[in-house]
């Protein structure tokens, strides 16, 4: 397809709204309040000063913030973490040498935007926490029943994990009191890693006070499912993104134009992109197999040698959910860089080009295409597993889109379209201290 005929697509992509042009996909209805969660901004607040304070971390030294933080799109600047044993913030951060990690942090971090949405029902690469309105608690997750008792909501669940994690949060084995619950398997009860967590936030009288005031009971009751939802309430309101050039396409306040009008057309025509990119906030929430290369100390368990990451089949034990991960959404997209379960890209466009036909550049990829926060041995090692290569490629199961280069460019300025400018930096932003008197990362 030449640009020629990308420019005839402008004409008709208000026709593709109605669903009447054969092959396109419908643009989706405008989000409005009623899509999102409404917290309580007494509890929004609390969240706010958690989510930055390094007190949940078991060695003090790390918060939500560090991994998800504003400067980088709500994730961190790099391929692959460093979390426990690392100095510094995003693209910077580094080995700290009194307390080296021993692995970096398997899969990119995510960004953070909308997920205070309803239709959020799934999260983390290979969904392994989701909605089950089967169960009691509501929702599934790897975890025991007890694990998931007082969280209010999917969103506030998922901060179980890295608290836990001891390449993440927690802490080596013996390190402080929080990663020895880990260890010994202690999460929940009075001797348990979450009771270690909650007794310091109740011990500080600025956290105290404000709990007691929005749960009207005593702070001696604080739990951690208390913290959570606080942190989760915080998310849901700071990087709620709706208000892009996109958005305002879709209330018909104003048109995209010009290369984000043909980018547009192409997406939910002929380029295919919303078969799985659909819905407001373009992601069908489900799990695909699209090629990227694995590398890093992947998702196998710590005795295994292979350093392998099935995705998706770790979770359902289902052979044709093998390299499947959950369809990120694009929203603010053009800011959340590097791209893929394990960043395999740090440029977009370079994604795209490898995205739309996976199988046939899987040969040529480049490491030097991520971002790492220091080079670890052996990193890329799985690159030079020619077995695993084709059995990530044979999992495939996409077409391959010819895209001429003018038409990657304007689905590149239809993907910068879907930035929210005024979410970037969040609502509240970072606060400059907070009540544990913590460093606050900046």
């Not at 013996?174 to 011990?203: M, Y």
């Not at 078969?275 to 290369?293: I, K, L, N, R, W």
């Not at 694009?330 to 791209?339: E, F, I, S």
Request: charged fraction near 20%.
């Amino acid at each position: 397809m030449r640009w020629a005929s990308v420019a005839g697509i402008i004409c008709v992509a208000g026709a593709a709204i109605a669903g009447d042009v054969p092959g396109r996909a419908a643009l989706p209805a405008p989000v409005s309040d009623a899509d999102f969660m409404a917290p309580d901004p007494a509890s929004v607040a609390l969240g706010h000063k958690l989510f930055y304070d390094p007190i949940l971390s078991g060695n003090r030294n790390i918060s939500c913030a560090t991994c998800h933080h504003p400067r980088f799109g709500t994730s961190d600047g790099v391929s692959l973490s460093l979390g426990e044993g690392g100095i510094g913030l995003g693209p910077d951060r580094r080995v700290d040498p009194d307390n080296p990690p021993e692995e970096l942090i398997p899969r990119n971090a995510p960004a953070l935007f909308n997920l205070g949405a309803h239709e959020f029902t799934v999260l983390f690469h290979d969904g392994r926490i989701e909605a089950d309105p089967s169960r009691a608690s509501g929702f599934r997750t790897p975890m025991g029943p007890e694990m998931v008792e007082g969280f209010d909501s999917l969103l506030s669940a998922q901060t179980m994990f890295p608290v836990l994690s001891q390449d993440e949060m927690a802490g080596h084995y013996s390190e402080n009191e929080v990663a020895q619950a880990v260890r010994q398997g202690f999460i929940t009860g009075p001797d348990g890693a979450w009771e270690k967590i909650s007794a310091r936030v109740r011990a500080i009288p600025d956290y105290a006070a404000g709990f007691e005031a929005l749960l009207g009971r005593p702070a001696a009751t604080l739990s951690f499912a208390d913290i959570s939802n606080a942190i989760a309430d915080f998310i849901a309101v700071e990087w709620r993104a709706d208000q892009s050039p996109f958005d305002a396409h879709l209330r018909g306040e104003a048109s995209l134009t010009g290369a984000a009008a043909a980018g547009m057309a192409l997406f939910y025509g002929p380029a295919r992109c919303a078969g799985c990119h659909s819905g407001p906030f373009q992601t069908d929430h489900g799990f695909h197999a699209m090629g990227v290369p694995q590398f890093g100390p992947g998702k196998a368990a710590r005795f295994e040698s292979h350093r392998r990451d099935m995705g998706r089949m770790r979770v359902t034990g289902r052979a044709e959910d093998a390299y499947a991960f959950r369809t990120p959404s694009l929203r603010n997209v053009a800011q959340t860089g590097p791209y893929g379960h394990v960043g395999s890209h740090t440029d977009l466009g370079a994604f795209l080009r490898f995205h739309i036909d996976p199988v046939g550049q899987s040969g040529g990829y480049d490491p030097a295409a991520a971002r790492l926060p220091e080079l670890h041995p052996g990193a890329f090692d799985p690159l030079a597993d020619s077995a695993e290569r084709a059995a990530i490629a044979a999992a495939v199961t996409a077409q391959p889109v010819a895209l001429e280069a003018e038409e990657i460019t304007a689905i590149l300025a239809f993907l910068d379209a879907l930035t929210d400018t005024s979410a970037i930096a969040g609502r509240l932003g970072v606060p400059e201290t907070v009540p544990s008197g913590l460093p606050v990362d900046q």
